[in-house]
């Protein structure tokens, strides 16, 4: 045997162990397809869930909907589960469905290339055992979207004297309390953390630059009745059917279908009117008011968010960040605001080439996938496969997500990738690559679709919204959930070239 004929290290390897990296495994070992490996960089399953523990930390849509259809959960506490119950969930899905065995946790992908010669793909690892090569004939991009943390673009960030944390890595070993707080953020994160750490900071800053929508959201505990409901089987599919629908409604239609949904355009005036009535002062008030529409950027769903502006101890501060000096922030007009604590609540890089995946690409040619979209635009064939790069596939791709709950889309594109892989194996195919003819009108017809959306909206320029890449696309599908989900049940699998 020599070295080209020998077989990879598995067939299948999920680059991460979050509701994506979980759903593609369950959904690959539904299939038959057990030869596979999921490596993930923390020490726990759960993604988003296991690294975003600040204060607050929760659901923005109802927890009936934010699960596996196949797996609904009978313990959630609230209509809005919070955040440790979803990494709960995330280790209750691992041990059922058994995953724990698959995992290589802090196990990281810093760089994968693909092999033509022996048609797989070296993926580099970095663990506490050190650097290594993985080979997989196949690799499955699991690594999130919300993943990789975005610091502020403002000077003197390092330069800060007391302790500085981005929500998206709380340090518990702070204490809060009594303390002088600035938060530079108010994007959806901040929105559940604010309200949590107001009562007890002695005061805290907030530093806006763009507001945010603000809308109040039915969280509250379950009931014994809403539980014993949760556990029949008739029950759990109507919580689940008025909560699919609401979802359903509240983003893909209103988003989506903006200029053919007479409904859509309502949000902006439901939201002045809870502004109105949750924010005293006017001049706050105005300074919360987005002036771009409801749905250009993701808006917050938070009962008690708007109404802490009215606190003695909370100051809201819109002049621009000058610079953040050793005891604190400084605005253009000169003003210097101490603080012994500095929040970074500044999100994600999301629509971009470098986290799409979080690590460098290169496929058959040397060519690099991010070398490819920054040439290309952000495209993928039904959000999952890229032409010219064979035998990969990412749940999470451009044009992928109707922006519904992300578990519907984690069902629909792991369909789609079983799929391809089913007929692979079933083809004895060792190369699997969408045709660019298949990916080139997959593009035509979402660019065709697009004017629908509420994205091309004027007043979406003023958002300063993550759904908008560096080339003006937002590379959200065009569609609804149901749509989604029929199109991976039938897209021509003859869209893909499987070789022998
Ligand atoms: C605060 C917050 C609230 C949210 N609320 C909602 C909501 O209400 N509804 C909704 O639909 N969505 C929500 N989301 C979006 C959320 O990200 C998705 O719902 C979902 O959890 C994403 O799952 P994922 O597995 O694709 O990505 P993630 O959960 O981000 O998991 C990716 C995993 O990959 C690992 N990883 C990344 N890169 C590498 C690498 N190079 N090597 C090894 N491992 C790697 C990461 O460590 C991580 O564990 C929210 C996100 C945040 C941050």
């Not at 009978?74 to 990494?87: H, I, K, M, N, Q």
């Not at 724990?100 to 760089?111: P, Q, W």
């Not at 802490?308 to 922030?329: A, C, H, M, Q, Y």
């Not at 101490?338 to 496929?363: H, K, S, W």
Request: glycine share 8%.
């Amino acid at each position: 045997m020599t070295l080209t004929d020998r077989e990879p290290d598995c067939e299948t390897l999920i680059v991460g162990a979050g509701f994506s990296g979980i759903g593609a495994g369950i959904a690959l070992d539904r299939a038959g397809l057990r030869d596979y490996v999921i490596v993930e960089a923390g020490d726990q399953p759960g993604g988003t869930w296991y690294w975003n523990t600040y204060p607050g930390v929760a659901v923005d849509i109802p927890s009936f909907s934010y699960q596996f259809s196949f797996e609904q959960s009978d313990s959630w506490s609230r209509t809005y589960a919070p955040g440790r119950e979803l990494a709960a969930y995330a280790t209750h899905c691992v041990d059922k469905y058994g995953l724990r065995a698959r995992i290589r946790f802090r196990t990281t992908v810093v760089g994968a290339d693909f092999d033509e010669e022996r048609r797989l793909w070296r993926v580099i690892v970095d663990s506490p055992a050190g650097r290594a090569e993985m080979t997989a004939r196949h690799l499955i991009n699991a690594s999130g979207v919300l993943t990789v943390p975005k610091l502020p673009d403002v000077a003197g960030v390092d330069s800060f004297g007391g302790h500085t944390m981005h929500t998206a890595r709380w340090d518990h070993g702070v204490d809060l309390r009594g303390r002088r707080i600035a938060i530079i953020g108010t994007g959806a994160s901040a929105v559940q953390v604010i309200p949590e750490i107001a009562p007890i900071a002695e005061h805290l800053t907030v530093y806006q630059r763009t507001p945010i929508w603000c809308f109040p959201k039915a969280d509250v505990p379950l009931s014994g009745a809403a539980r014993w409901l949760m556990r029949l089987r008739a029950g759990r599919a109507a919580q689940r059917l008025v909560s699919q629908a609401y979802v359903e409604l509240t983003f893909p239609l209103a988003a989506q279908y903006f200029t053919v949904n007479p409904m859509a355009g309502r949000m902006d005036a439901a939201g002045r009117a809870y502004l109105r009535r949750e924010v005293h002062d006017p001049v706050v008030r105005e300074k919360l008011t987005p002036r771009y529409a409801v749905g250009c950027k993701r808006p917050g769903f938070h009962n008690t968010y708007l109404s802490t502006f009215n606190r003695d101890n909370v100051e809201l501060v819109t002049e621009p960040i000058d610079k953040v000096t050793g005891s604190g922030v400084a605005t253009t007009d000169g003003t210097l605001r101490e603080a012994d604590v500095l929040i970074l609540a500044t999100g994600f890089q999301v629509m971009g080439t470098d986290n799409l995946p979080t690590f460098p690409l290169t496929g058959p040619g040397g060519r690099s996938l991010a070398g490819f979209w920054d040439e290309h635009r952000l495209q993928a064939y039904e959000g999952v496969s890229v032409p010219g790069f064979p035998n990969f596939f990412t749940v999470f791709g451009p044009y992928g997500y109707v922006g519904s709950s992300y578990f519907a889309l984690i069902e629909a594109q792991t369909r789609h990738i079983v799929r391809c892989l089913t007929a692979a194996r079933a083809r004895g195919a060792t190369l699997v690559e969408v045709r660019r003819e298949a990916n080139d009108r997959y593009f035509a017809e979402m660019m065709s679709k697009r004017h629908r959306q509420i994205f091309w909206q004027d007043s979406c320029r003023h958002a300063n919204s993550y759904y908008f890449d560096k080339h003006g696309d937002v590379p959200l599908r065009p569609a609804s959930t149901p749509e989604a989900a029929w199109r991976s049940r039938r897209f021509p699998i003859d869209d893909y070239a499987f070789t022998t």
